[in-house]
C-alpha cells in the first residue's frame, strides 16, 4: 500500500516561497513508470494540477505556474518536493500530493493522494 504525506508550513507571507514535501512510503518515487504530482484546490474551486516530477525525474509543469515552480526529488529519502515562488493570497489552498501514470489533470488517473495540508498565504 502505497502512502503519502504532506508537510510544510501552513502560513506563507505573500511574496515569499512556499515549501512542501511529500515523502512517499511503501513504494520508491524511481518505480517505472510514474508520476508524482503537485495539486491543489482553492476555497470553493476545483483542483488544479500544478506539476509532476516523473520516475526518470524529469519534471512537467502547468503552463499557468510554471514560471513560479520548482518540483525536485530526494531519492535516498523517497521525497520529492514542491517550491512556489511570489505566492500571492490567491495562492491559499489545499494541497496535494499524488501518484499517477500520466501527469496532468486526468484525476481519475490518480490512484494514491496524501491527506492534503491547508496552506494560506497572508500578512
Known amino acids: 500500500q502505497v502512502q503519502l504525506q504532506e508537510s510544510g508550513p501552513g502560513l506563507v507571507k505573500p511574496s515569499q516561497t512556499l515549501s512542501l514535501t511529500c515523502t512517499v512510503s511503501?513504494?520508491?518515487?524511481?518505480?517505472?513508470?510514474?508520476?508524482w504530482s503537485w495539486i491543489r484546490q482553492p476555497p470553493g474551486k476545483g483542483l488544479e494540477w500544478i506539476g509532476s516530477?516523473?520516475?526518470?525525474?524529469?519534471?512537467y509543469y502547468s503552463p499557468s505556474l510554471k514560471s513560479r515552480t520548482s518540483i525536485s526529488r530526494d531519492t535516498s529519502k523517497n521525497q520529492f518536493t514542491l517550491q512556489l515562488s511570489s505566492v500571492t493570497p490567491e495562492d491559499t489552498a489545499v494541497y496535494y500530493c499524488?501518484?499517477?501514470?500520466?501527469?496532468?489533470?486526468?484525476?481519475?488517473?490518480?490512484?494514491?493522494w496524501g491527506q492534503g495540508t491547508q496552506v494560506t498565504v497572508s500578512s
Open positions: 499524488a501518484r499517477t501514470r500520466l501527469y496532468g489533470s486526468s484525476w481519475s488517473g490518480y490512484d494514491y
Open positions: 516530477i516523473a520516475y526518470s525525474g524529469s519534471t
Open positions: 511503501g513504494g520508491s518515487i524511481t518505480t517505472n513508470y510514474y508520476y
